[in-house]
């Protein structure tokens, strides 16, 4: 699926909802709050609308953000939780006074937007692994099947199979088939080689604090360092498993998938920053 066609279907689904429709949605999960289950629903729609203006109007018509106040318990991370499931936009709660600690280990504002566009990616993948899972799964199979029955040996090594042979071999790798299909493989282990995931230990030293050290540091380190393989011993099940995401990963464009995640966090992100009122105070001239 093209990034088009991504952006196309999660507008459908604001699309085919109104406002009241919107709040039905809502009210499958939260009890009352109606007023604000109204309010929410008509700046998602609107927000949609502003996203089909033409370019040089979008930016005259600024998105509006949301203060929502109740005591603890009455559904307001659950409202905000809803409605990014329901338009499928990125979504992030965090605790305002995370963002206020001094020295170590407080967090700066930037890193919100960071973890955000890492779960917009995550998001954006697990969407197209489901779109290739049953071609990955087919593929992930026929591997599977050379391990349990490794092919014949090719003509350019002097070894020539006559048709003989080589019906008996395609019987035997469709009863294989079908024992795997059945279960009857399950405890049987194969060896297999997968990429090793595991990067060499860094010390950083960063007077700024670990947090900033956060921006990519894994895909940096594995661009850095060329992917490693490694042999290991699994049950046939737990084999399918790992070739399954081998071949899944073959069949994603991560380039796409970062362009989309990157476009969700810009026009329908949705930070929930909760505890707002922890640091906030009365007449004071310092501190939080």
Do not use: C
């Amino acid at each position: 699926m093209t990034t088009s066609a991504l952006k196309n279907s999660e507008a459908a689904v604001v699309e085919a909802l109104t406002p009241s429709q919107i709040v039905q949605e809502l009210d499958k999960y939260i009890v009352g709050q109606h007023e604000a289950k109204r309010a929410v629903a008509i700046a998602l729609r609107n927000r949609w609308r502003r996203q089909q203006l033409p370019p040089e109007l979008r930016d005259e018509v600024a998105p509006k953000n949301i203060l929502m106040i109740g005591p603890t318990g009455v559904g307001k991370t659950e409202i905000a939780r809803r409605l990014a499931a329901l338009a499928r936009s990125p979504f992030l709660k965090v605790e305002a006074t995370k963002f206020t600690e001094v020295g170590y280990v407080g967090r700066d504002v930037e890193s919100m937007i960071r973890d955000l566009v890492e779960l917009a990616k995550n998001m954006v993948q697990q969407e197209e692994m489901e779109r290739v899972k049953s071609r990955a799964a087919a593929l992930a199979e026929e591997r599977l099947l050379d391990l349990l029955l490794p092919p014949p040996p090719q003509a350019d090594k002097q070894v020539v199979l006559d048709e003989l042979g080589q019906q008996h071999y395609q019987r035997t790798r469709e009863k294989f088939r079908q024992y795997l299909h059945e279960g009857k493989l399950d405890d049987r282990f194969v060896e297999l080689e997968v990429t090793d995931r595991t990067l060499p230990m860094i010390e950083v030293i960063s007077g700024s604090g670990v947090e900033e050290m956060d921006i990519n540091i894994k895909d940096f380190l594995g661009n850095f360092f060329p992917p490693r393989k490694k042999r290991r011993k699994a049950k046939v099940p737990e084999a399918l498993q790992l070739l399954l995401q081998e071949e899944a990963q073959k069949l994603i464009d991560m380039d796409s998938v970062v362009r989309e995640a990157i476009r969700r966090v810009e026009q329908s992100g949705i930070i929930f920053l909760d505890e707002i009122d922890k640091i906030a105070g009365r007449e004071r001239t310092a501190g939080p």
